[in-house]
């Protein structure tokens, strides 16, 4: 039998094998700290479940999406949030749609907007969809490479001409996986320049926008004065609100390419059982102390990992947004090897830095998501020290 060509040149999507590996290890008996995947281990708060069972309990939800955009309840608390959380006025009817989940809209996005032979600029290291979502529409893309001594903020001024001329899309993700970064609002200002500049249209990927700490609030690109013009923002209940598991998220921007992804994906798909569309209006519109309780728990992990890598001599700052943490590995090791050492000696999960493109080798990815919590996160600590016997000095 055939299968395409598009498909066959693209690995296998790297955590697909990582939960295969998990498996087999949890069968043997292996006692993990998983900082694998980054999936909350805590629940959705009980009144976001409460409104699905509610919801679910009306024959109306049991019906095909009234809309391709989402019911309309959905998006104008989806609009409200936005004007409350950002302060930018968001049109329901035509600026915002709903997605199974924002990978849904990322994945398809160069189905909407890119030609074949197109081009378009793709960060690395990154969220692998980015890079995998054009090269099935058989676009090209041009890596930006993201370095940590520019913050992991891509250098715009080194992308040749002809290729920002070229370019018809920029994926961007800030709080930044896998890395951790964020981003301020003077380089969405540059971004949107260029964007204005060359006429590429610009994604935010801002699955994170909300795990931030000490302070620290993320900024979206709509913010910048013109930035409809050129730019869609990529939401998700996901992160925020400990969803990954009910597939629903939003792109809000730009009415023409919401339009032509609500377009693309009426071909698609047959959008979003209601009852989880209303079970989101109570996440957006509900009590968002969950929010901030979510936060201090990786907060609190976050401080034990980054204070144990650091009393090994790691170089790594605590981030200020997502539940990661990227760290560096010693001298004389691959990520690959480091992640590999930590498994097998230790039976602690990281995810290579590799697996999210050429310039996140040499660094490993930690996911805050760990079963177990606090506990767990110390204890994979001491056994960084005293089983893998991994030190950066
Ligand atoms: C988790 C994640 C998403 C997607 O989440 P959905 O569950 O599809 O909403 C998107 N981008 C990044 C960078 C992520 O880590």
Known sequence: MQISQRLLETPAYPFAELAKTKRALLEQGADLVDFGIGDP???????IVEALCRAAHDPETHRYD??????????KAIADWYKARFGVAIDPDAEVLRLIGSKDGIAHLPWAALNPGDLALVPDPAYPVYLRGTHFVGAESYVMPLAPGRGYLPDLDAIPEDVARRAKLM???YPNQPTAAVADMEFFERVVH???RFDVLVALDMAYSEVTFDGYVAPAILQVPGAKEIAVEFHSLSKTYNMTGWRIGFAVGNREVIKALADLKSNVDSGVFAAIQHAAVAALTGPQDCVDRMCAVYRARRDILVDGLRGLGCPVEKPKGSFYVWAPVPKGYSSEK???QM????GIISTPGGAYGAFGAGFVRFSLTVPGGEEKVSEAVARLKDKARISWQ
């Not at 281990?41 to 009144?47: E, K, Q, W």
């Open 41 to 47: 281990d805590l629940p959705t708060p009980g009144h």
């Open 338 to 340: 480091m992640a590999d």
């Open 194 to 196: 260029f964007a204005r």
């Open 343 to 346: 498994l097998k000696d230790a």
């Open 171 to 173: 994926w961007l993700c």
């Open 66 to 75: 009234e809309s391709v955009y989402g019911i309309p309840p959905l998006r």
